[in-house]
């Protein structure tokens, strides 16, 4: 069975830095490129961030600020959020792309991100 | 980047009777070299994470039920719920995954009647 565990979620001022997590199990992580996409409360969906074997994609959002990485020796995906600002208080959630097209079929529960002083 | 857009923002419909909640991009999502497009739905319940329906525009995932349908091509696309039943109140995301940064849609908050 697929899973996705998201950990490393809290409280954080702005400035400050978090790191995510993501710890996958039930298929072959290397084999697949893994997002990031994030939902403030009441809010949409946005995208943050991709990674492939080779190449990372990052929205405007947080290029310059997030840096997305993966360890396919311990299965896991990290998202490294630095100069955190109000505004990326949400609930990030890692997504497993699909081996035959780009849609996330898989998703973790999510891990909650709160930027306050 | 591709701006995704739902219509309606939210919907009231009768238990039994059909949804349809439309999604239209910025440009065409349409891949001329393999004739698909680029275009998946979601569905996500209070608390959870959202979870994947339709991908390719119109094939359904696996364990989706068949009351639930993807039409569209380009840049107009529709998904439709033929008969309406109480667990499908949830809020329908679109996303297009053509361009290298995806993006979805504001979110479509489906309830009952």
């Known amino acids: 069975e697929v899973q996705l565990v998201d950990s490393g979620g809290g409280l954080v001022q702005p400035g400050g830095s978090l790191r995510l997590s993501c710890a996958a199990s039930g298929f072959t992580f290397s084999s697949y490129s893994m997002n990031w996409v994030r939902q403030a409360r009441g809010k949409g969906l946005e995208w943050i961030s991709y990674i492939s074997s080779a190449t990372v994609y990052y929205a405007d959002s947080v290029k310059g600020r997030f840096t997305i990485s993966r360890d396919n020796a311990k299965n896991s995906l990290y998202l490294q959020m630095n100069s955190l600002r109000d505004e990326d208080t949400a609930v990030y959630y890692c997504?497993?792309?699909?081996?035959?097209?780009?849609?996330?079929?898989?998703w973790g529960q999510g891990t909650l991100v709160t930027v306050s002083s | 980047d591709i701006v995704m857009t739902q219509s309606p923002d939210s919907l009231a419909v009768s238990l039994g009777e059909r949804a349809t909640i439309n999604c239209k991009s910025s440009?065409?999502?349409?891949?001329?070299?393999?004739?698909?497009?680029?275009l998946a739905w979601y569905q996500q319940k209070p608390g959870q994470p959202p979870k994947l329906l339709i991908y390719?525009?119109?094939t359904r995932e696996s364990g989706v039920p068949d009351r639930f349908s993807g039409s569209g091509s380009g840049t107009d696309f529709t998904l439709t719920i033929s008969s309406l039943q109480a667990e499908d109140v949830a809020v329908y995301y679109c996303?297009?995954?053509?361009?290298?940064?995806?993006?979805f849609g504001q979110g479509t908050k489906l309830e009952i009647k």
């Open positions: 440009q065409s999502v349409l891949y001329s070299s393999n004739n698909k497009n680029y």
């Open positions: 997504a497993r792309e699909s081996g035959s097209g780009s849609y996330l079929d898989y």
């Open positions: 996303q297009q995954y053509y361009g290298t940064l995806y993006t």
């Open positions: 390719w525009a119109s």
